[in-house]
């Protein structure tokens, strides 16, 4: 059986232990600090993204268009992030604003 053994020198081992629980604390400050947790992806249909916007259907189709919304298309269905359409609620807002 190999043993690595490691020395230090003039460092008590409560001096030791303190040094490494210090280092361990900032690390999880700075985690808990700069995490973001990824939320899932809410998918919505263009009668749920109509009704939320407070549009027709044919308004979320022009929109579409001029790229205003992301549209996904899976086969023959027209699926839209929830967090998108938030977003574009928030800029269009904040263009109002200005």
């Known amino acids: 059986m190999n043993k690595n053994i ?3 020198h003039n ?15 900032k ?3 700075f985690f808990s ?4 947790p990824k939320e899932p992806n809410i998918w919505i249909s263009r009668q749920d993204a109509a ?9 979320i189709h ?12 899976i086969g023959n ?4 992030k929830r967090s998108d359409i938030e977003q ?5 807002n904040k263009k109002a604003l200005k």
Do not use: A, Y
């Open 27 to 29: 690390q999880l400050e």
């Open 77 to 80: 269905r027209v699926r839209f």
């Open 6 to 8: 490691t020395q230090l």
């Open 33 to 36: 600090k700069n995490f973001k």
């Open 11 to 25: 460092v008590s081992p409560e001096e030791f232990k303190n040094d490494i629980l210090d280092g361990v604390k």
């Open 51 to 59: 009704e939320l916007l407070g549009v027709s259907l044919v308004t």
């Open 88 to 92: 574009v609620l928030l800029n269009s």
């Open 62 to 73: 022009d929109w579409c268009k001029k790229d205003i919304l992301q549209k996904f298309k």
